[in-house]
């Protein structure tokens, strides 16, 4: 080969290594232009807070306020010293740790501390609890989306769901790992959502509610209603919904259930609507029955708690009698089903989009012609069943001398932490005399005194009380399935709170339900106390 050819071929090969040479310092320093014309989808989004809209007690303080915290957005691909970043987050087992740095994907973890260290980006952010909910039935929670599952969270999510949240985008690969070096898109903004809902819900008394129905009540539930307003002030479920480990949640029976606004067996409570149509009716507090342990009806024996012989209605009241309340209603069908559908019974009652208190269920009026159906209905059994908030109901009306205020949960949206619009008007109506009403609010004091609800009695302020145990005709473990209950307003002078416990598989009312009552009671008066006291 001459000297000229072989000049000429290593000239072609230098001009090739110039343009290979160029090519690869092209790529390495424009790796963005590749990503630029690579699929959108290479990418992960990363939301780092959703500043969602906030929900408000009556007072427009948060319920189940925001907590601040440190999040580290994480690269794994650049991360030097594993266990040291192990070490400072606050909420990730060893093993869910791990498991996130193998996939070397972006994430996200809450930081016990500030970390600047590469492939770790802090804010302070705020975020909603992710466990210890207030009134977790009646907000709900959210999704991965941060779209809301139940509750107000799904009944406003639209208000709610900000428009704007902070996230962060990572470029990455086919297989979703991060590709270390691009750097991380930054979008949306801190702020929080100007718009929010404001709650009938008083977060004091329901945080006693939440405690107090958590510590006696294992399944059931309790509701308390301002007696004047008809508003919920506080609702409490049974057993309690872990939003932090909704898999633990799942294997527990009930949890997912807001039982406040679920239809279950009455028993004697219903005795107050009994009273009330026969006082209205011309019947006298001191008209007296005979009572031998029980009464035959069309052929059925139906018994009593003992055998009470002559009593009057204050004390056939207290002492749950159900012979006397079995002959004061008969072929007073008419009269006491039109009752019971004025106070709502048998009605559902539509609290926020979705969330919905069930109807429950009522006897019709030809099938109370029938003297055993009549008598059932009478005591609170046979077709006839109610949920918390409609018995809590029935004894605001009485609290209330006899004025009905349809059970409200939301007064209104707001916006910057004001409120800007209300709901419509609280339906109300006066079904009972003023006078019938006082006369039953006396019995029920003279109960809680001295009657089957003396365990419900607080200790300083006095209450109205009734106690019920229903028969649902369920097995369960060889045993008859009874629906505790403890129905009462306090305080007994000038009553501000009406309050409806429930206990499933229950001892009876008064044992299973009263403790609760006492204690949400004197929980109220020791918190105003105090604060009168400040």
């Not at 000049?7 to 590749?34: P, T």
């Not at 303080?61 to 957005?73: A, D, H, M, R, W």
């Amino acid at each position: 080969m001459s000297i000229k050819r072989y000049g000429s071929l290593m000239f072609s090969l230098g001009i090739l290594l110039i343009a290979l040479i160029g090519r690869v310092f092209y790529l390495s320093v424009d790796k963005s232009a590749v990503m630029a014309s690579s699929d959108h989808s290479r990418e992960k989004k990363i939301t780092i807070t959703d500043n969602r809209g906030v929900i408000y007690d009556r007072n427009l303080k948060k319920i189940s306020p925001n907590k601040e915290v440190i999040l580290g957005v994480i690269d794994p691909l650049l991360i030097t010293d594993k266990n040291a970043l192990f070490e400072n987050t606050a909420e990730l087992t060893k093993e869910e740790f791990d498991k996130k740095i193998e996939l070397q994907s972006p994430f996200t973890a809450v930081l016990k501390a500030d970390q600047n260290v590469p492939g770790v980006t802090t804010f302070k952010v705020n975020t909603p609890p992710a466990s210890d909910i207030l009134a977790v039935h009646t907000i709900g929670y959210l999704d991965d989306s941060k779209n809301g599952v139940c509750g107000i969270q799904k009944a406003y999510n639209d208000l709610l769901k900000s428009d704007s949240p902070l996230t962060v985008t990572f470029p990455v690969d086919a297989v979703r790992r991060a590709i270390s070096g691009l750097g991380a898109k930054f979008e949306g903004s801190y702020e929080a959502s100007d718009s929010g809902v404001m709650l009938t819900i008083d977060s004091e008394l329901q945080e006693i509610c939440d405690s107090v129905t958590k510590k006696y009540i294992k399944n059931g539930a309790s509701v308390i209603l301002d007696v004047k307003s008809g508003e919920i002030v506080a609702m409490t479920s049974t057993p309690s919904l872990d939003t932090a480990d909704l898999g633990a949640s799942i294997k527990t029976e009930g949890a997912f259930v807001n039982k406040c606004l679920t239809p279950f067996n009455v028993g004697s409570a219903f005795k107050i609507c009994d009273t009330a149509v026969y006082l209205e009716n011309g019947g006298s507090i001191y008209d007296t029955k005979v009572c031998k342990g029980g009464k035959m009806v069309a052929g059925r024996y139906i018994s009593c708690m003992d055998s009470h012989q002559k009593l009057d209605l204050i004390s056939a009241f207290s002492k749950s009698c159900n012979t006397y309340f079995i002959d004061i209603m008969q072929n007073r069908q008419t009269e006491l089903l039109t009752l019971a559908k004025s106070l709502g019974f048998g009605t559902s009652n539509t609290l926020a989009p979705g969330l919905v208190s069930k109807q429950g269920s009522l006897p019709t009026e030809k099938s109370l012609t029938s003297s055993i159906a009549l008598a059932n209905f009478s005591i609170g059994q046979g077709d006839f069943m109610a949920t918390p908030l409609q018995l809590a109901s029935l004894v605001q009306t009485i609290a209330n001398d006899g004025v009905y205020k349809k059970p409200t949960l939301v007064i209104g949206k707001t916006q910057k932490g004001k409120l800007i619009s209300r709901e419509n008007a609280v339906e109300e109506k006066q079904i009972i005399s003023t006078k019938t009403a006082k006369e039953i609010k006396d019995i029920m004091i003279n109960t809680a005194y001295n009657g089957t609800a003396r365990m419900a009695l607080p200790d300083k302020i006095g209450a109205g009380a009734k106690t019920s145990t229903a028969e649902t005709g369920i097995l369960k473990d060889g045993k008859l399935i009874k629906q505790g209950w403890l129905v009462g307003f306090f305080p007994a002078t000038s009553p501000k709170y009406a309050v409806a416990v429930l206990s499933e598989n229950a001892l009876g009312g008064a044992r299973s339900c009263g403790p609760c009552f006492k204690d949400i009671a004197n929980a109220n008066a020791n918190a105003n106390a105090n604060a009168n006291a400040k």
